[in-house]
């Protein structure tokens, strides 16, 4: 079975940051990085578990991210739990003991972290996996379209360095290290 975007897109909505809302396109960026590896697919609970975590992973990611940089997310497992919470009501509603397991079971550990940042930097390099994260805090928001979103992230490498965006490049930077 596959986890579709459709799928978990709620998941992510539940634990944006900004009231743009931005993060949402650098969520979905992520998640198609993932299908096209492979990561989406489960065959068992493990596997299943496997793909959730990497959701977690990912949104731990960025909110910790905007941490960094801007002293946001205060909170984070309040909204992780939150953000399941419907899930494990449906769960309960259908009586799908597996379903409210594998919620049960999510962790987000170091070696997850590890393994989605690997990925990531793989996938785009250092100096894009930050303006791509460091483009869902900007209100004016970025461009979807392949080429525009590129010009969009060559324009924030290319401004002149705050101290919010120091701080979160060296907080990225400890982890791809």
């Known amino acids: 079975m596959k986890l579709l975007w459709t799928d978990v897109k709620e998941l992510f909505q539940e634990c944006t940051v900004w009231a743009h809302g931005q993060e949402m396109v650098w ?3 992520v998640w198609r990085i993932f299908d096209q590896k492979g990561l989406t697919l ?3 609970t493990a596997e299943k578990i496997a793909v959730y975590n990497r959701i977690y992973g990912t949104i731990w990611i960025f909110r910790n991210f905007c941490m960094a940089g801007f002293e946001e997310d205060a909170y984070f497992d309040f909204y992780w739990e939150s953000s399941f919470q419907p899930l494990l009501q449906k769960a309960e509603e259908n009586d799908d003991a597996e379903t409210e397991r594998i919620y049960g079971e999510l962790i987000c550990d170091e070696q997850v972290i590890c393994t ?13 996996l930050f303006a791509s994260l460091w483009a869902t805090c900007r209100p004016e928001g970025i461009a979807n379209e392949a080429d525009s979103f590129d010009e969009d992230l060559s324009a924030i490498l290319n401004e002149a360095p705050e101290s919010e965006k120091l ?6 930077s400890d982890y791809l290290e």
């Open 27 to 29: 969520f979905e960026q």
């Open 42 to 44: 489960w065959n068992s």
């Open 116 to 128: 989605i940042f690997e990925i990531l930097k793989d996938h785009m390099g250092t100096a894009q």
């Open 167 to 172: 701080a979160a490049y060296a907080w990225l």
